[in-house]
T-cell receptor, first 116, second 112 residues
């Protein structure tokens, strides 16, 4: 199984809503990531979890709250988002540090988020 | 700061060869990767160079020159399905951890 599964595939939410994005992988990868991608732009790193601990937060606003309940799951909790937060949110995983496979990211198909 | 620059668009003919360049300025550089992303799809890993030289994977090859902070992706025998966006990416060391940052991206259009 070389899949990263993200749900939901599409999400429309109002600025006062609370929602969560979910990501799951069963490849035994110990590093998991959230990226944000706007149309015609590269993915932008938001968060990195390494061995279930938050290792990198790229100065992301607190209305985005990541969570890693276990080594296979990654969540992104959303609250009080702004219309400019509308984007494709991509989850990825990789083997983890000290591995030649560290740099190979496996991406999920993403959640297309629209904030109204 | 860091930057990874790519041409924004490239057009090539089916069956031909195309080269997509990437120039980078980073600190704590480990290596250069390449990803392909079709419209509406997820990025997929193509290749990785940690050392100078050429890496070949089927129709795709990737090259790195660390002294020039430059790399390229070479696609041979182009097929229509190769029409996609291509991103270079660098793995860098930051604050005790490693992260992967993507270049500006090149949209490749393959024409008959």
């Amino acid at each position: 199984d070389t899949e990263v599964t993200q749900t939901p595939k599409h999400l429309v939410m109002g600025m006062t809503n609370k929602k969560s994005l979910k990501c799951e992988q069963h490849m035994g990868h110990r590093a998991m990531y959230w990226y944000k991608q706007k149309a015609k732009k590269p993915p932008e790193l938001m968060f990195v979890y390494s061995y279930e601990k938050l290792s990198i937060n790229e100065s992301v606003p607190s209305r985005f709250s990541p969570e890693c309940p276990n080594s296979s799951l990654l969540n992104l909790h959303l609250h009080a988002l702004q219309p400019e937060d509308s984007a494709l949110y991509l989850c990825a995983s990789s083997q983890g540090r000290d591995s030649l496979q560290w740099e190979k990211l496996f991406f999920g198909s993403g959640t297309q988020l629209s904030v109204l | 700061g860091q930057s990874l620059e790519q041409p924004s668009e490239v057009t090539a003919v089916e069956g031909a060869i195309v080269q997509i360049n990437c120039t980078y300025q980073t600190s704590g550089f480990y290596g250069l990767s390449w990803y392909q992303q079709h419209d509406g799809g997820a990025p997929t890993f193509l290749s990785y160079n940690a050392l100078d030289g050429l890496e070949e994977t089927g129709r795709f090859s990737s090259f790195l020159s660390r002294s020039d902070s430059y790399g390229y992706l070479l696609l041979q025998e182009l097929q229509m399905k190769d029409s996609a966006s291509y991103f270079c990416a660098v793995r860098i060391y930051s604050g005790g951890y490693q992260k992967v940052t993507f270049g500006t991206g090149t949209k490749l259009q393959v024409i008959p």
